[in-house]
């Protein structure tokens, strides 16, 4: 008899928390004793200032009660764009990954389907690391595919693979061939758009089969249906010959005792779940053993007992090592021959099987293996909690819960309205208002907890307030306030609090944190750089790295898609590295896009002087070309007016954006010539229009804006004001990153006859790998170091070269550059080695240093326009000019003048090289 359990109330329900009234109360009675113990002793209830105590303490519990609720309850909303859905980045954003070895994208390409005619036209796949060799002949420097000349050196290039297929059986007839062709189309679209950072799809290769034979005489039990138990033998040999991959649901997934990070390991995929346990032992078998084929068919339902069975090899040039060892060769699927015989009998009877029947189960359990397939594509995403939407924010007037005694509720005064009363009253109205509008801010503060903290928060405030309500003769208590826009009334009571900026950072470094990453090293840098404005741009870099943080992470091994062939696609385009858009917003450049960055918004003007020496000058453009800020004094350097230009830049930003906006407010009250705003100096032309100039840190005027075509209306200034500081905040840059992939500049194995040769290599100190192509100066990819013939260096595997243009504001400081160079080895997979170059010059009016970047950058256009194509006859060349373009990369550096650390010198460090202490 079960043991009878009785529902009982506990006695005790003190929580000790701000849901537990009586600990408020006492721990507020605690308080009242301290302070002042000495003057107050009645702390009965009847007492007023216990009364106003316990009306506290009950909007505290409900507070308290409204910050307990479900999770899913407080996060929802009645407004869809700031529901919980819209929150957080769902599981199937933030977990899975793109391929990162051999078992991932084998998931990939067992998941492709051919709809609706074939939904599994690949029952299973193995990548496998192709041996691709390289010969050089140490004395001539030529490279070839075969062994050359007379003293040979070689290296295996490395992040090749071949694909080798095991199609679905129904592709194997001759009408299919133009299917096995589309199966094949999909897994390279699927490679290349999932391809990692240096590496190759060379081949898909149909897997090669080796015939054997089972023979088995196989006693059932007596109610067993012996033509579907021979089709479920069947199955079961042919499972274990060539293991197939079954899809799962994400139920089915937990039921097997997966977490949810293990679930989603690896790539999303259209058909379910692939358990990778399963996967890995999915392998194509070096050997057949009969022990393995006995114990595989007495698992079938309806086995009794195995009287006889032996296996053989069908091809007789096979040997077989044994009678229950059978050898697979390599690269080869085994497979049930048509030698293979199978018996079956109910005891001493022997069974006759109808073939017919049997393939019609064979065809059943099919159509059951697909509709699981089908429910597992079906279920792939854990669904997230409904939450009901409450009304978390709504506060209701303390007021109205003091006893009508005491004349502050909605009812007023009850009795005789004296003057006096009146003037209690009034005054402890006026009181507990402070209580009221503080309890209403935490009340607003809960509510807008789900948009502070949201991946895709947009609130430009850290501090909230809501108007009070229902509040009898408020107007006669308070002035200029204004309830019916809540953002106003927030400003007028926290403004001077709410330091939006700060607040605002650190909810970020909180969210970002929760993905362990980091963005304290990065801010220390550009506190060198930026200023005061640091905070704001860095508060740009960080919402744009979360906004995109579910690429970032997810592809942040992957390549660029080189057979995506539209210009689009090519150049003035997105599709580059991922790893190139994680360094990017980690190091806080605006735009990651693969363009022409020698074409500045930048212009360098030359002129000739009147004393015959050159001078310089330079402006800025806008994105529409027209020009926002130029220069008012000439320089004899190119590197001094560049420096005036990066020093205009600076001072312009150095105002932050709540400072400029009560500066620009001041002015439109009361507008006066020369009024400084910031750095930003307003002047008065002729005919009462306006334009400004840019002072630097002494006060005297570095650049104008509008000077030849200025403002006519405050209102004009003010908006042209506004849009000069954001646009050097948040859209001007200079900067960008290239990436170049070395093994895609190797030719094709098969085609590389047609490229005009695989190459040569030049003997100098280093080799020189150029295709046919007689280059001087200094090489670019290493195959040897000192002697070719001590040792040969594989100058395409695991190798990138990062370009990045040395002439950008930030790029000329050391400090960033060192700080750069760690971002870019830390986040490149760490078995691939950088060669990092600050290069270039803009393409403008001066063009006295060297063009490299503009030649790069059009060597590159090309062969990434002719690799995409597949444009072999004229790949070899644009390879060529490539190859020569990179090797003509030079690093750039700000100029300086050589300072001995022992001289007297009082002057400024900036610029100068001490001699045992400065890095290049």
Request: glycine share 6%; proline share 3%.
């Amino acid at each position: 008899m079960s043991e009878n359990k009785h529902i009982s109330i506990p006695k005790n329900v003190e929580t000790g928390d701000q849901t537990d009234f009586h600990f408020l109360r006492r721990t507020g009675i605690e308080y009242i004793e301290k302070l002042g113990g000495k003057l107050w002793t009645d702390y009965n209830s009847h007492d007023p200032g216990i009364t106003t105590l316990e009306v506290l303490s009950y909007a505290i519990t409900d507070l308290g009660m409204r910050m307990n609720l479900n999770t899913a309850d407080l996060l929802a909303s009645k407004d869809a764009g700031k529901d919980i859905q819209s929150q957080f980045l769902k599981a199937t954003e933030i977990l899975p990954s793109r391929p990162l070895n051999d078992l991932d994208y084998r998931k990939l390409f067992i998941d492709i389907s051919l709809e609706p005619d074939l939904k599994r036209p690949i029952l299973n796949c193995w990548l496998v690391p192709r041996t691709e060799k390289i010969y050089v002949d140490c004395k001539t420097g030529t490279m070839d595919f075969n062994p050359i000349g007379e003293k040979t050196g070689n290296f295996n290039v490395k992040g090749l693979y071949d694909l080798y297929v095991d199609y679905s059986e129904e592709l194997d007839t001759d009408e299919d061939r133009c299917k096995k062709a589309n199966v094949n189309s999909g897994i390279l679209e699927r490679y290349h758009a999932n391809r990692g950072l240096c590496e190759d799809l060379v081949e898909i290769r149909e897997v090669q089969t080796q015939k054997v034979a089972v023979c088995a005489r196989i006693g059932l039990v007596n109610k067993a249906d012996e033509e579907l138990v021979h089709a479920k033998v069947l199955k079961t040999i042919n499972n274990y010959l060539a293991p197939e991959v079954p899809f799962y649901s994400l139920k089915q997934m937990l039921d097997k005792g997966r977490t949810t990070d293990e679930i989603f390991d690896g790539p999303l995929l259209e058909n379910g779940f692939i358990d990778t346990e399963e996967l890995s032992k999915s392998q194509l078998k070096k050997e057949i053993r009969l022990s393995d084929i006995i114990s595989e068919i007495m698992k079938v339902d309806g086995v009794k007992e195995i009287h006889e069975i032996s296996i053989a090899g069908c091809d007789q040039m096979n040997s077989q090592a044994s009678d229950w060892l059978i050898c697979i060769e390599d690269g080869k699927k085994p497979e049930l021959c048509e030698l293979s015989s199978f018996s079956y009998t109910k005891g001493s009877l022997p069974l006759n099987i109808n073939d017919k029947k049997v393939q019609e189960y064979v065809k059943t359990l099919k159509k059951e293996e697909d509709v699981l397939r089908d429910d597992a594509g079906k279920d792939k995403e854990p669904v997230l909690p409904k939450g009901t939407t409450r009304d978390i924010g709504n506060y209701a007037s303390i007021l109205n819960e003091f006893p009508d005694t005491y004349g502050v509720g909605i009812s007023g005064i009850i009795g005789d309205k004296t003057p006096g009363r009146e003037a209690l009253a009034k005054q402890m109205k006026a009181y507990l208002l402070f209580f009221d509008q503080i309890l209403a801010g935490y009340f607003r503060h809960l509510e807008k907890v789900k948009e502070v903290l949201s991946i895709n928060g947009g609130l430009k405030r850290t501090y909230f307030t809501q108007a009070l309500k229902n509040i009898r003769g408020f107007d006669e208590l308070v002035s200029g306030y204004d309830t019916g826009n809540e953002d106003t009334l927030t400003d007028a009571l926290y403004k001077e609090l709410d330091n939006s900026v700060e607040r605002r950072n650190e909810v970020l470094d909180h969210l970002i944190a929760r993905f362990a990453e980091t963005f304290s090293d990065y801010t220390f840098v550009m506190k060198s750089l930026y200023g005061k404005s640091t905070d704001e741009i860095v508060l740009s870099n960080k919402e744009n790295f979360l906004k995109e943080y579910k690429f970032l992470s997810k592809d942040r091994g992957l390549g660029y898609n080189y057979t995506l062939s539209s210009d689009k696609e090519v150049w003035n385009t997105d599709n580059v590295s991922g790893v190139q858009k994680r360094i990017a917003r980690l190091l806080g450049i605006k735009n990651y896009t693969r363009r022409n960055l020698s074409q500045s918004p930048v212009l360098l003007i030359k002129t000739q002087g009147s004393n015959g020496k050159a001078n310089y000058t330079w402006k800025i453009k806008d994105a529409d070309n027209a020009i926002i800020l130029s220069s008012v004094n000439t320089y004899e350097i190119e590197y001094a007016a560049t420096r005036n230009l990066n020093e205009a830049i600076y001072q312009t930003i150095q105002i932050d954006q709540e400072d400029l906006e009560n500066a620009l407010k001041t002015f439109e009250d009361d507008p006066e010539e020369n009024t400084l705003i910031g750095n930003i100096q307003i002047r008065f032309s002729a005919g009462g229009n306006y334009y400004f100039d840019i002072l630097d840190e002494d006060g005297n005027v570095m650049a104008n804006h509008k000077k030849t075509n200025p403002y006519s209306t405050v209102k004009d200034l003010m908006t042209g004001i506004r849009a000069i500081v954001n646009y050097f905040k948040y859209d001007f840059t200079e900067e960008g990153i290239f990436l170049v992939e070395h093994l895609m500049l190797k030719p094709v194995l098969k085609n590389y006859k047609l490229m005009g040769g695989i190459g040569c290599m030049k003997v100098g100190k280093t080799f020189k790998v150029m295709y046919d192509l007689e280059v001087t100066g200094a090489s670019f990819m290493s195959s040897c170091e000192e002697d070719c013939e001590t040792d040969i260096f594989d100058p395409y595997s695991y190798r990138i070269s990062v370009v990045l243009p040395g002439f950008a504001y930030r790029f000329q400081d050391p400090d960033f550059r060192r700080y750069a160079e760690t971002v870019i080895r830390q986040e490149i997979p760490a078995h691939i080695l950088a060669k990092i170059c600050w290069v270039g010059d803009r393409m403008s009016e001066v063009q006295t240093a060297q063009s490299d970047l503009s030649e790069f950058e059009t060597a590159f256009r090309k062969y990434l326009t002719d690799k995409s194509r597949n444009n072999l006859p004229d790949l070899g060349s644009s390879i060529q000019d490539l190859l020569a373009a990179l090797a003509k990369l030079n690093n750039i550096y700000r100029p300086g003048r050589l300072l001995d650390c022992t001289a007297d010198d009082n002057d400024s460090l900036d610029g100068k090289i001490i001699l045992g202490q400065s890095n290049l």
